[in-house]
């Protein structure tokens, strides 16, 4: 058995929503699958992650989101540091009479990969998607690794980060992914932003998807633009080590790909590759 490498992360942080209506409350703000969450509480299956995101009325993404249930009555959402002043504005704003309380947590975040969970790890439901293996612990571990080393093993697994490789209203959440990593409940009632995302879904309307990538030499530069040969296909979000991230043209994802004049290799994982339609040529 391989043990897993362990890591702080300080750029994610923790705001605690309790009350009695903390569920009613999520569901219309959070992509996430809240009704399953509950339906295990209730069974006193607590401590289980879900993952979701938070979403503007115009369906652009404000974070991703680890939700991480601590009893029936309490939730911890695990969002990234940049954005959880201004997710705590947004929820305080849309409390109105549900009966919450909402706070900010000074826990630590942190993550194992690569290997067998310590104890107090939970696992991360999207480890089972991407077939790797990983959790998130809320209280203070044993660093065996660097923050660069979990950027690395996500990279490789096409697994993006808000506010590490994108920002708030840069994508919505589908460009993400996010609807190939169980992130968003396509059944239950409206949610801040579900129209645009159910519409992009339902009619198929699907254009960008975050797609890993190989290079060789220097990272390219964020922001980079990727070409295949003379026409625009995506962007670099992010490199490093030689693995990176980029937002893809799925349409022009198949030939010579350049970044910075440097050739760039995509590294489709298997639970995304179904979700691309065959490119077809005239």
């Known amino acids: 058995m391989t043990t897993a490498s362990v890591t702080a992360l300080p750029h994610r942080a923790l705001i605690a929503v309790s009350g009695p209506d903390w569920a009613r409350f999520l569901k219309g703000l959070c992509t996430a699958h809240i009704d399953e969450i509950v339906e295990q509480t209730a069974r006193g299956e607590c401590h289980r992650l879900h993952y979701g995101a938070f979403l503007r009325p115009q369906g652009k993404m404000i974070c991703d989101v680890l939700l991480h249930a601590v009893s029936a009555d309490e939730i911890w959402l695990d969002v990234p540091l940049s954005e959880r002043d201004d997710l705590l504005a947004k929820l305080n704003l849309y409390k109105l009479r549900a009966?919450?309380?909402?706070?900010?947590?000074?826990?630590?975040?942190?993550?194992?990969?690569?290997?067998?969970?310590?104890?107090?790890?939970?696992?991360?439901?999207?480890?089972?998607?991407?077939?790797?293996?990983?959790g998130?612990?809320?209280?203070?571990?044993?660093?065996?690794?660097?923050?660069?080393?979990?950027?690395?093993?996500?990279y490789a697994h096409s697994l993006a980060e808000a506010g590490t490789d994108f920002g708030p209203d840069d994508l919505y959440a589908i460009d993400a992914n996010l609807d190939l990593l169980a992130a968003i409940d396509f059944?239950?009632?409206?949610?801040?932003?579900?129209?645009?995302?159910?519409?992009?879904?339902?009619r198929g309307q699907i254009k960008n998807r975050i797609l890993g990538f190989r290079f060789e030499g220097n990272a390219p530069e964020m922001g980079a633009e990727i070409l295949n040969i003379d026409?625009?296909?995506g962007e670099v979000l992010a490199g490093a080590q030689g693995q990176g991230l980029a937002l893809m043209r799925i349409d022009r994802r198949e030939g010579a790909l350049t970044a910075n004049g440097a050739p760039i290799l995509l590294n489709i994982p298997h639970w995304i590759a179904p979700a691309l339609p065959e490119i077809t040529t005239e």
């Open 99 to 134: 009966k919450v309380t909402i706070t900010a947590l000074d826990h630590p975040v942190c993550v194992a990969f690569g290997g067998d969970l310590p104890e107090g790890f939970m696992t991360d439901p999207r480890g089972s998607i991407i077939d790797a293996l990983f």
């Open 136 to 154: 998130f612990a809320y209280a203070p571990q044993t660093a065996t690794a660097l923050p660069d080393d979990w950027r690395t093993f996500r």
């Open 187 to 202: 059944h239950k009632g409206c949610y801040v932003g579900q129209e645009l995302t159910s519409r992009m879904k339902r």
């Open 231 to 233: 026409k625009r296909a």
